[in-house]
């Protein structure tokens, strides 16, 4: 049976007609990456749904592409920053492989392989067992509690220099991840069994077991990049078989979030050591008492609302509002009202003047000033395309610019 790829943009409202089997039908349903309307017997609308990635079965592979047709070092890189700053996709092959698995299986290989290029990482982890000899610690508590009475044998805790450690096991996690992808090639599954070898003596998580927490240091520096790949590949992929059988691999992220905790993180690392600090997710209500520019939360009401990213200076009072539009309210950028209308709610209600309106897009920044209100939105666009660090930089700019200057009507 050939090989079948079918691809519908993010913004794609009438999504695509494909046909599927009824198993795969409802794996790719189960997947959350479309929505899935049958039509007619085999024949099924997808529609985007908010979420970008790819599905693939045996013989047929779904994705949903990000618009401006961001590339896989592109979303890798958006991912990892949100929940590492010091995160880069060096590592990601997207220039040499445009499909999504391809480019995940040969980006992991090749940052496993880096990893491991003086030997496998062990450290030191606690053990408990029951031994007839005395080595480590003796576990009191629950050598009383389960052997009330004897003396041997007897419980001891001690510590095991092992390669079984958290940052091990979660590389060999994401290679068994990505072993379970239908459709790889040969010489690509070849390479991640013989990755998955080099893990002797660690322990291979069970599917869905959230993986263990680990601590950057000097230790475990070469690791850094191919952990905070694994980490992606575990968070956002899911394998999974339908009752007749049918494998799907899916990995699937939502734009909005993905984009509004990239927008966050970086807009804290811009003004970090700047006077004042930033405030994420801030609860606000536009009706009721109370005063926000004191700081405190001494507001109450019945019109709640929660900011995405609020500045406060030095004496703890909002001076700028920031939000994360992943798109505006309108496709064009120049009518987008109902941002204009919540960002005028938010200035408002925190007695703020200006709010600067971050989406992913091309172009320059438009100020608006608001009729009768004392109060700027800047639409400021962020090209997702670019490399990260021209990214960082339009966002640096826009973080200094916003609390630097004041609000100019145009």
């Not at 079984?164 to 459709?183: F, S, T």
């Not at 405030?279 to 929660?306: C, I, K, P």
């Not at 001076?319 to 009518?335: E, H, M, P, Q, R």
């Not at 800047?378 to 090209?383: D, R």
Request: proline share 5%; hydrophobic share 45%.
């Amino acid at each position: 049976m050939s090989f079948r790829y079918e691809s519908l943009d993010e913004l794609a409202a009438d999504g695509i007609e494909v046909q599927l089997d009824p198993n795969q039908a409802v794996l790719l349903e189960r997947s959350e990456l479309v929505d899935v309307r049958r039509v007619d017997d085999g024949t099924y609308q997808l529609l985007p749904n908010g979420r970008v990635g790819a599905v693939r079965f045996d013989n047929l592979q779904i994705e949903v592409t990000p618009k401006q047709k961001l590339g896989v070092a592109h979303l890798i890189f958006l991912l990892g920053y949100a929940k590492n700053p010091g995160f880069r996709p060096e590592t990601v092959t997207a220039a040499t492989y445009g499909d999504l698995w391809p480019a995940m299986a040969e980006s992991l290989i090749a940052s496993v392989e880096q990893a491991l290029t003086m030997g496998l990482l062990q450290g030191y982890r606690t053990e408990q067992e029951a031994l007839l000899t005395v080595r480590g610690r003796i576990a009191f508590a629950d050598q009383l509690r389960r052997r009330p009475g004897y003396f041997l044998p007897i419980e001891m805790r001690y510590d095991e220099f092992s390669p079984d450690i958290a940052e091990n096991q979660i590389l060999l996690a994401a290679i068994y991840l990505m072993l379970g992808v239908p459709r790889l090639q040969p010489e690509t599954r070849r390479r991640l069994l013989h990755l998955a070898a080099r893990f002797a003596g660690v322990t291979r998580l069970l599917p869905g077991t959230p993986a263990p927490a680990w601590q950057p240091s000097r230790l475990n520096d070469r690791y850094q990049s191919a952990l905070g790949l694994a980490e992606i590949l575990l968070r956002h992929s899911s394998t999974r078989v339908s009752a007749a059988g049918a494998e799907m691999s899916a990995f699937v992220v939502v734009m909005w979030e993905v984009f509004e905790d990239f927008v966050t993180v970086a807009l804290k690392e811009a003004l970090a050591g700047y006077p004042g600090y930033l405030e994420s997710q801030l609860a606000a209500y536009l009706t009721g008492d109370g005063d926000w520019t004191r700081g405190g939360g001494n507001s109450h009401g019945d019109v709640f609302m929660r900011v995405d990213v609020v500045h406060r200076d030095e004496a703890g009072n909002p001076d700028v509002v920031f939000d994360a539009k992943y798109k505006l309210a309108s496709s064009t950028g120049t009518n987008a009202n109902a941002d204009h209308y919540q960002m005028l709610a938010y200035c408002t209600a925190l007695q703020v003047p200006v709010a600067w309106l971050i989406y992913a897009g091309g172009g320059k920044d438009i100020r608006r000033s608001i009729k009768n209100a004392g109060v700027d939105v800047v639409a400021a666009p962020i090209n997702l395309r670019q490399s990260p660090h021209e990214v960082l930089a339009r966002v640096r700019q826009i973080a200094l610019t916003a609390v630097n200057e004041p609000a100019v009507s145009v």
